[in-house]
């Protein structure tokens, strides 16, 4: 057991504030249509953006 709550530990250490990941992508929306517009003009992968965007959202949203 004390194996896992160190494993607890140093993620929380290592995992970015909610807050500071705000704070560098400003708005969600902005972000969210600069991601768009990233993939249709393809600097961004189809297939793989819109699951990051889908799991930054949610993070957002609840917490985690």
Do not use: H, N
């Amino acid at each position: 057991m004390a194996g896992l709550k160190g494993l607890a530990a140093r993620v929380r250490r290592l995992e970015p504030r909610l807050g500071k990941v705000l704070r560098g992508i400003g708005s969600l929306e902005r972000w969210e249509a600069g991601c768009k517009a990233g993939i249709e003009a393809g600097r961004l992968c189809p297939e793989d953006m819109p699951q990051v965007m889908y799991c930054i959202r949610r993070w957002v949203e609840t917490g985690y």
